[in-house]
């Protein structure tokens, strides 16, 4: 964010930062959602296609707006 703001607040940086902001917080909740399974007795389930789907595309897409913001 800091990298973003740096010249002053354009919208470009803030739209970034904010979508670095939900990607972040959406990739919390995934892995949240995964410790509380991974927290229940027994053997834990694999993980469900759309789990790890959406984990990679978080990944990725965290990666990519870092590198946005640092150019």
């Known amino acids: 964010m800091k990298t973003a703001l740096h010249d002053g607040a354009r919208p470009a940086g803030l739209a970034v930062c904010a979508l670095c902001c939900m990607l ?31 984990a990679a595309l978080y990944a990725v897409a965290l990666a990519v707006c870092a590198a946005a913001l640092v150019v």
Not at 28 to 35: C, D, G, K, T
């Open 24 to 54: 972040w917080l959406g990739f919390l909740l995934l892995a949240q959602y995964r410790i509380r399974v991974l927290a229940q007795e027994g053997v834990p389930p694999a993980h469900t296609p759309w789990l790890a789907t959406a």
